[in-house]
């Protein structure tokens, strides 16, 4: 058992010094990084695809997708204007800082404004994993239920932005904007919440806007 314990302790602090190595270098680089992560569904390629397509020719932009199988999301990236890489983890429920650093060998930091990852779709294991980001940003949307934010506190809880995806939906679903705000803002009470539709594009300007901030904030640490 001791051994056990030893070995994870291991696997931790070397997680972490990856973690702190991406951090370095990403800050050196002036690029930010975002960190999506949400339920399989929720729309966070949509809005890759969708940030892609609007803000390509005012930014340089790249996405690393994170997928157990398949480069589908990668393509439909790819689709949308901007480099892209796959990452597959197998069986793996979240991206490691392993993984960041063999995927962004293939890409020049310095010459992004932004790079975006798309954690693999769980609202659980990606949150315990730093992968040297700026930002965390979980993607829910209206027909997963307006409980997601009080079931699973911990991604919430680590989150800098909490995009709620697929509003056009709303009155397909018996989902309460009201109950989702305070559930949001009972573990994070100022956290920006963006209420959007990736397939109307209503709402889509403060998401833009927020990248807009966040990337200015980056360059500045270079
Ligand atoms: N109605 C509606 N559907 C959406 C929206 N955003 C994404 N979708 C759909 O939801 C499904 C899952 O989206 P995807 O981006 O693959 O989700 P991911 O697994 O989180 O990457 C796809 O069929 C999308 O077309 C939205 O705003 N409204
Ligand atoms: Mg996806």
């Not at 990084?33 to 569904?41: E, H, Q, R, T």
């Not at 940003?137 to 699973?152: L, N, R």
Request: aromatic residues 6%; proline residues 4%; charged residues 25%.
């Amino acid at each position: 058992m001791a051994k056990r314990i030893r070995l994870a302790q291991r696997v931790v602090a070397e997680s972490d010094r990856l973690a702190k190595d991406l951090a370095g270098r990403f800050n050196r680089a002036g690029v930010f990084v975002a960190n999506l992560m949400g339920s399989p569904g929720a729309g966070k390629t949509a809005l890759l695809e969708e940030t892609a397509r609007r803000l390509k020719g005012e930014l340089r932009l790249a996405a690393i997708e994170g997928d157990l199988a398949t480069d589908r999301d990668a393509r439909r990236i790819q689709s949308a204007g901007i480099p892209c890489r796959q990452i597959n983890t197998g069986g793996g429920c979240h991206l490691s800082a392993r993984q960041i650093l063999d995927a962004i060998a293939e890409f020049d930091l310095a010459a992004l404004d932004c790079l975006f990852i798309e954690n693999v779709g769980n609202l659980v294991c990606p949150a315990e994993f730093d992968l040297g980001e700026h930002c965390r940003v979980v993607v829910s949307s209206t027909p997963e239920g307006d409980d997601k934010p009080i079931k699973y506190p911990v991604a919430f809880h680590h989150a800098d932005c909490v995009v709620l995806n697929k509003i056009d939906l709303l009155a397909a679903t018996d989902f309460s904007l009201e109950a989702y705000r305070r559930f949001v803002r009972g573990l994070r009470p100022r956290i920006p919440i963006l209420e959007l539709s990736c397939r109307t594009g209503e709402g889509m300007e403060a998401w833009l806007d927020w990248v807009r901030t966040q990337r200015r904030t980056a360059a500045v640490r270079v």
